[in-house]
């Protein structure tokens, strides 16, 4: 009896306890949100104004102002910097446009207004008070969709993890670079865990000789939203557009310079090889921030550019990039072919590329707009058949001839589902027939060996036995 009127007593306390709290809470409406960064962001419509926040949009700069009692915030679409009434703050995440909505870190502004702010990992979702008024935010990505299996095909033992396209919507694929610079080396691990990836797998070859002048760059194709890191010709490259659909080809690329002269309207033309690269003796190579932080002029110009106009020409001694520019070093025979003595303080230069396949035909329509790219190869399958020709790619060591090795390759279905792999003891030949009967319409080898990598959500499914120096990752949007 005893025991019954003391749980009767604790069941009247748990009621009253949760009539108290309805009490407090007027209202409770639910959001959806998105984590980007390890930071959940929210859409700016809807949440906080519940809390009868003033809400105003700068369409001419993207600029944010939310108002509440004393409490003014100002931010600004892609900026790390925000101002809470007179103070200025760095975020650790930019506010963003996404589908044509504008989303704000959630913590950062909910507390700068003096919101309670509760993030439950558990269950992905974010609760807010303020004022009495209780609001759930929940993460619209926690249910990804992505299959992992360890199969046997053709008597080879398969890692796939296929990507459905509806999936890939809901993810951002971005090249990491270690160290965040073209040279850099980095353990796999922290690559994977400081970009917050969902799915990772190893990307392009690297000089791996610690001995040679550009040890540690790499031999591959890098687009990252929309901006070229890096070049390699003649390969196969892998081009994603913004709505995920991916197309692969063997590129060329051909750099295109343009320097306004004194009358307004001539432009000389001049000649640029490379992005990011170590030069030869005779080249034209521009540097971006990429690269890292100088580049030093030993008897030829380097050419200081920003806001598309040229700050500086040097011949001896470190140059700085700029963070809102880059760098053009000329060498040999080009210092005097694009005509240096042109090259003055105060003068407009930009440059531009063309894309072109192996046969010389114009690609511009189907990849200047290239969300992201990742070049590699050799090409595996193009347009649903195998298409394996190394030597039609410049490859001419046995490793990508003929030898067996650990392999890593990426491809894509005809219905846009992509398609993940790392296999051992395979040839590269055989990797193509593997990519083809897991129904790739393209497919493309990457680094392999000791760099063969493979991640997804939180299982690192094949390890690297090196550092690496560039990853293919998906974080969610």
């Known amino acids: 009896m005893k025991k019954i009127v003391k749980t009767l007593t604790i069941l009247?306390?748990?009621?009253?306890?949760?009539?108290?709290?309805?009490?407090l809470i007027e209202s409770q409406k639910i959001f959806y949100g998105y984590i980007k960064n390890g930071r959940f962001l929210v859409p700016l419509r809807g949440v906080f104004e519940e809390f009868g926040a003033e809400i105003y949009w700068y369409d001419e700069s993207q600029s944010i102002e939310i108002r509440l009692n004393d409490t003014v915030i100002i931010m600004r679409v892609n900026y790390k910097y925000a101002m809470v009434n007179d103070n200025v703050l760095i975020l650790d995440v930019a506010p963003e446009i996404v589908q044509g909505r504008t989303y704000i870190p959630l913590r950062f502004v909910g507390e700068s207004m003096g919101a309670y702010v509760e993030w439950n990992p558990s269950y992905m979702y974010a609760r807010i008070i303020y004022n009495n008024i209780e609001i759930i935010v929940k993460e619209k990505s926690k249910n990804i969709q992505i299959d992992y299996k360890y199969q046997k095909i053709y008597d080879y033992n398969v890692n796939v993890v296929k990507i459905p396209y509806s999936t890939l919507l809901e993810l951002e694929p971005r090249i990491v670079l270690a160290k965040n610079k073209i040279n850099g080396r980095e353990d796999f691990k922290s690559i994977?865990?400081?970009?917050?990836?969902?799915?990772?797998i190893n990307g392009a070859f690297f000089n791996t000789d610690e001995n040679q002048k550009d040890s540690n760059e790499p031999y591959g194709f890098f687009i990252n939203n929309g901006k070229i890191l890096h070049i390699t010709r003649n390969r196969a490259v892998m081009f994603f557009t913004k709505d995920m659909k991916v197309i692969m080809n063997r590129v060329n690329i051909k750099f295109n310079g343009y320097l306004k002269l004194p009358d307004s309207q001539r432009v000389q033309n001049f000649y640029i090889n490379k992005i990011n690269h170590t030069p030869d003796n005779n080249?034209?190579?521009?540097?971006?921030?990429?690269?890292?932080?100088?580049?030093?002029?030993?008897?030829?110009?380097?050419i200081t550019v920003q806001n598309g106009v040229i700050k500086n020409v040097v011949w001896f001694g470190d140059?700085?990039?700029?963070?809102?520019?880059?760098?053009?070093?000329?060498?040999?025979?080009?210092?005097?072919?694009?005509?240096?003595e042109?090259?003055?303080?105060?003068?407009?230069?930009?440059?531009d590329f063309d894309f072109f396949d192996n046969y010389g035909n114009n690609l511009n329509s189907l990849l200047k707009d290239s969300y992201l790219a990742m070049g590699c190869g050799p090409a595996l399958v193009i347009n649903g058949r195998v298409d394996f020709n190394p030597v039609l790619e410049d490859f001419d060591n046995e490793k990508i001839l003929s030898l067996k090795g650990q392999r890593s390759a990426i491809g894509v279905k005809n219905d846009g589902t992509l398609v993940l792999v790392?296999?051992?003891n395979i040839?590269?030949?055989k990797l193509a027939e593997v990519m083809k009967y897991l129904g790739c319409y393209y497919a493309m080898n990457l680094d392999g060996g000791a760099s063969s990598a493979l991640y997804l959500n939180?299982?690192?499914?094949?390890?690297?036995?090196r550092l690496l120096n560039n990853v293919l990752v998906f974080v969610r949007k």
């Open 12 to 23: 009247i306390f748990i009621i009253f306890l949760i009539s108290i709290n309805s009490n």
């Open 192 to 200: 994977v865990e400081r970009s917050g990836a969902v799915v990772a």
């Open 283 to 302: 080249d034209v190579v521009i540097y971006t921030k990429e690269w890292g932080n100088v580049v030093r002029a030993d008897n030829f110009p380097v």
């Open 319 to 340: 140059v700085y990039i700029p963070n809102n520019g880059y760098l053009i070093l000329m060498k040999g025979v080009y210092i005097n072919d694009n005509k240096i």
């Open 342 to 351: 042109n090259f003055l303080i105060n003068r407009e230069i930009w440059y």
């Open 422 to 424: 790392t296999c051992p």
């Open 427 to 429: 040839t590269i030949s």
């Open 458 to 465: 939180g299982k690192y499914i094949t390890y690297p036995g």
